[in-house]
T-cell receptor, first 111, second 112 residues
Framework: DVKVTQSSRYLVKRTGEKVFLECVQD?????MFWYRQDPGLGLRLIYF???????EKGDIPEGYSVSREKKERFSLILESASTNQTSMYLC??????????FGPGTRLTVT | KQEVTQIPAALSVPEGENLVLNCSFT??????LQWFRQDPGKGLTSLLL?????REQTSGRLNASLDKSSGRSTLYIAASQPGDSATYLC???????????FGSGTRLLVRP
């Protein structure tokens, strides 16, 4: 079974802090994704990566950056957290059939 | 621009009923379509993946169909159970793209 894990289920940070969200997949997938999910807005793609050290902006990249130094790990970075970044963050990965598998999510609260 | 719509937004049925969830998309140029389940506060669980060349996929009590020409997919759940209560999302992968376009979901409640 594909397994996608995220470093934290719940996270509380202060405005202005630098925040790292980590995602690891164990299926040797080429593609990895970061989404955020908000009530009424659905899932929105922040960034994705189709290879190590390759990344592309999704629909809402502002205020975020990513890092993919190893194939199995994809990190989302909030350089200076703001209250409007309070959300559920979901990581996903996909292989050659493009079926996406999601992690359990990280509920981030920025106060 | 591809848009994905799911109807109804919410559905409440008694246990044991067979039910159909609907998904429609505006552009038939899709690579595949995926159905997911999401429990409150959790991530998405992949239920079924239908490639663009396929008409249907089955897994246990679930059957998903795809009609590209009409831009429609249905998820059929047989003999529903309270444990099926969740939000069901469909998503299409646009040709030559990595991006999944999601519908807004159908929130299902199966009453004991």
């Amino acid at each position: 079974d594909v397994k996608v894990t995220q470093s934290s289920r719940y996270l509380v940070k202060r405005t202005g802090e630098k925040v790292f969200l980590e995602c690891v997949q164990d299926m040797d997938h080429e593609n990895m994704f970061w989404y955020r999910q908000d009530p009424g807005l659905g899932l929105r793609l922040i960034y994705f990566s189709y290879d190590v050290k390759m990344k592309e902006k999704g629909d809402i990249p502002e205020g975020y950056s990513v890092s993919r130094e190893k194939k199995e790990r994809f990190s989302l970075i909030l350089e200076s957290a703001s209250t409007n970044q309070t959300s559920m963050y979901l990581c996903a990965s996909s292989g050659h059939l493009y079926e996406q598998y999601f992690g359990p999510g990280t509920r981030l609260t920025v106060t | 621009k591809q848009e994905v719509t799911q109807i109804p937004a919410a559905l409440s049925v008694p246990e044991g009923e067979n039910l159909v969830l609907n998904c429609s998309f505006t552009d038939s140029a899709i690579y595949n379509l995926q159905w997911f389940r999401q429990d409150p506060g959790k991530g998405l669980t992949s239920l079924l993946l239908i490639q663009s060349s396929q008409r249907e996929q089955t897994s246990g009590r679930l059957n998903a169909s795809l009609d590209k020409s009409s831009g429609r997919s249905t998820l059929y759940i047989a003999a529903s159970q309270p444990g099926d209560s969740a939000t069901y999302l469909c998503a299409v992968l646009v040709d030559s793209s990595y991006k999944l376009i999601f519908g807004s979901g159908t929130r299902l409640l199966v009453r004991p």
